[in-house]
């Protein structure tokens, strides 16, 4: 079946540094690669996302980048601040159905040290 | 403008008990979909709906069942509850089937 893996499963950087967040899908029809932010004990909020028709994506400190070819996106965090910590969720939406099912990454805990 | 509400917020279940979660959105959305969150394991789709009147399993259904009665309600209940079930669950709802989720805000679940 169609599967997400997120690599890594925690990251420690020192405020100021970038971050770095790489996963790979396994359904070439994935057309849809939404990235969600989770703080403690909150709901997964939708942060930036990128379609299959476009390479790269950038919204402030944020940017996310897909490589089709190889089936994998990573999102990449400049300027880390603390407020960044958190979980953060890669997904990609199932494309051989008119569902909408995202499968979701194992989640990637990020520490920003001040 | 409630967006997605969960009910309970929290609940204790004893082993062999019955619940139903309530997953409410005012955006008229036409998908919704049930995931529960353990640790390690990310979000796994346990139903999902899309439309009223119409539901499907998704990747963990097992001891689940689901209704979608209202556009705006799905129902998640739990025949009989296991340990096993103990996690949080996450209601999600999108306007189209290429759109991102909105999430509620969760219904952490301890079955004793």
């Known amino acids: 079946g169609e599967n997400v893996e997120q690599h890594p499963s925690t990251l420690s950087v020192q405020e100021g540094d970038s971050a770095v967040i790489k996963c790979t899908y396994s359904?070439?029809?994935?057309?849809?690669f939404p990235w969600y932010k989770q703080e403690l004990g909150k709901r997964p909020q939708l942060i930036i996302d990128?379609?299959?028709?476009?390479g790269e994506k950038k919204d402030q400190r944020i940017a996310v980048t897909l490589n089709k070819t190889a089936k994998h996106f990573s999102l990449h965090i400049t300027e880390t601040q603390p407020e960044d910590s958190a979980v953060y969720f890669c997904?990609?939406?199932?494309?051989?159905?008119?569902?909408?099912?995202?499968?979701f990454g194992q989640g990637t805990t990020l520490q920003v040290k001040p | 403008n409630a967006g997605v509400t969960q009910t309970p917020k929290f609940r204790v279940l004893k082993t062999g008990q019955s619940m139903t979660l309530l997953c409410a959105q005012d955006?008229?959305?036409?998908?919704m979909y049930w995931y529960r969150q353990d640790p390690g394991m990310g979000l796994r789709l346990i139903h999902y709906?899309?439309?009223?009147?119409?539901?499907a399993k998704g990747e963990v259904p097992d001891g689940y069942n689901v209704s979608r009665l209202k556009k705006q309600n799905f129902l998640l209940g739990l025949e009989s509850a296991a340990p096993s079930q103990t996690s949080v669950y996450f209601c999600?709802?999108?306007?189209?089937?290429?759109?991102?989720?909105?999430f509620g805000s969760g219904t952490r679940l301890t079955v004793v």
């Open positions: 999600a709802s999108s306007y189209q089937n290429t759109y991102g989720y909105t």
């Open positions: 359904d070439s029809a994935s057309n849809y």
């Open positions: 990128i379609r299959s028709n476009v």
């Open positions: 997904a990609a939406m199932v494309g051989s159905s008119n569902t909408g099912k995202l499968i």
């Open positions: 955006m008229n959305h036409e998908y």
């Open positions: 709906s899309v439309g009223e009147g119409t539901t």
